[in-house]
């Protein structure tokens, strides 16, 4: 590894989509995957994506094996102002003198050297197959995981070769519950092959006026961190070739949001106990802060689940916060500026710092590590969070002076006015600074 050069992951969109890696788009058929896309190409062809590419517009190349090109793929590129001598179509039907299509052309593994040389070719830097599995040649199923990486194996080594980002979409299977790993694909190496697993859904406290609300969430992130984006789906009208209006559809970006990936597959008599749940908590909370002991001993005497507290706590906006130092009691308060709204576009709170964010009660805010190891380490150390998730980083190894904020330390840039020094036990003290 000494001879392993380091260097930061490259996003298309992030935290969504990185370059040079295979990402896979599920959802429930007829939500809008497709839409998505169709933004994405529009969003990189003209250089308006989050990512590395911000101000670059970067070729796409499309495949889609159930959208008509002319009726529906061009209408929805159009209605999101994408570059369409940027976007490209990956051939999928042979037309044969007789007028009869034929099945597609592109399958996987071996055309991969094809599409290959299509990314080369043109410079694109997002490939999109809609559905993947549509791709998968006759001689793999979906079903066997080793036919699965075969198949995928070699689009996994291109987009890695190539540095273009590769956007796969599923639909989900029919397995019960709100496990969203294990309701995508019919095996488990297509998710285990792509480095982000995107979930797309629902809002799930849409209104009967806003039912084209969608939230894309981020089911596994190996490259990234927890996220989820709110968008609408808005019915449009664009020209068609012959001046008439040609109705589509066309998505559109809201903000970030606080629905999580197992919320959009929750039942919907989940959903009435979360909305109750988070209701309940807000009129708690309006009037001040109130220790966490107290708020889950209310809510089990109002028949609130504790897992359900939790997740309305953070759907709303409430904030843990240790008050009294060592020993002392977990707060839970609103949030300034939450606006106590299911699926609302504040985002979460989040302290980046050198090697992460912080811990807190409910683990790392920012889910840059995995929370698990953060809260065993914290719990063997029987003492204060540590500020970061590194285990040789312990609470006993700095110290906060003049009250400093707690989320201070060696793994957090100081606030203004504060910094850090060497304390004579060794350890780290935040203290004022004279200099400012």
């Known amino acids: 590894m000494s001879q392993v050069p380091a260097r930061s992951v490259r996003w298309l969109w992030q935290p969504f989509v990185p370059l040079g890696k295979v990402t896979l788009l599920a959802g429930p058929p007829g939500l809008g995957k497709s839409l998505l896309t169709a933004l994405l190409a529009a969003l990189v062809s003209t250089g308006r994506s989050d990512g590395a590419l911000r101000g670059v ?27 369409l001598d940027r976007v490209h179509l990956l051939d999928l039907r042979e037309t044969l003198p007789s ?20 990314v080369r070719e043109t410079g694109a830097q997002l490939v999109v197959l809609d559905p993947v599995v549509a791709y998968l040649d006759a001689e793999r199923s979906a079903y066997r995981e080793q036919d699965v990486r075969e198949a995928l194996a070699p689009l996994k080594a291109m987009a890695e070769e190539t540095g273009c980002a590769v956007l796969a979409v599923m639909h989900l299977n029919k397995a019960e519950g709100a496990d969203p790993l294990r309701r995508i694909g019919n095996s488990g190496a297509f998710t285990a092959l792509a480095r982000s697993v995107l979930l797309l859904g629902s809002d799930p406290e849409q209104n009967a006026e806003d039912s084209g609300r969608r939230v894309l969430s981020v089911v596994k992130g190996n490259v990234g961190w927890q996220a989820a984006h709110a968008l609408a789906v808005e019915r449009v009208a664009v020209a068609g070739a012959a001046g008439e209006d040609v109705e589509t559809a066309a998505m559109r970006l809201l903000g970030a949001s606080r ?11 989940d959903r009435s106990a979360l909305g109750a749940a988070m209701a309940w908590l807000r009129d708690l909370l309006t009037d001040g802060t109130l220790p966490a002991k107290t708020v889950l001993d209310a809510a089990k ?18 904030s843990s916060r240790k008050h009294g130092g060592q020993g002392g009691a977990w707060m839970w308060e609103l949030s300034r500026g939450s606006d106590g709204e299911v699926g609302g576009v504040g985002r979460l709170p989040v302290v980046p710092g050198r090697h992460g964010g912080h811990v807190s009660e409910d683990g790392p ?3 840059l590590y995995d929370a698990k190891k ?56 935040a203290r004022s600074s004279s200099s400012g």
């Open 259 to 269: 629905v999580s990936a197992e919320d959009l597959l929750e039942a919907p008599e």
């Open 374 to 429: 953060a809260k065993a380490a914290n719990m063997a150390s029987r003492r204060d969070p540590a500020p970061c998730a590194y285990e040789h980083h312990r609470p006993s190894d700095w110290r906060l002076a003049d009250g400093g904020p707690r989320v201070g330390g060696i793994c957090h840039p100081p606030a203004p006015g504060v910094e850090a020094v060497p304390a004579a036990e060794g350890g780290v003290t």
């Open 57 to 83: 517009a970067a070729d796409v190349l499309l495949a889609s094996a159930e959208d008509d090109p002319h009726d529906t793929i061009k209408p929805r590129l159009l209605a999101v102002g994408a570059d």
């Open 99 to 118: 007028g009869e299509a034929v099945e597609a052309l592109v399958q996987l593994p071996q055309d991969v050297a094809a599409i290959a040389a299509k």
């Open 365 to 367: 805010a920012d889910r």
């Open 301 to 318: 005497a109002e028949g609130h689940a504790q897992k359900t507290v939790h997740r309305a706590k953070r759907r709303i906006g409430v």
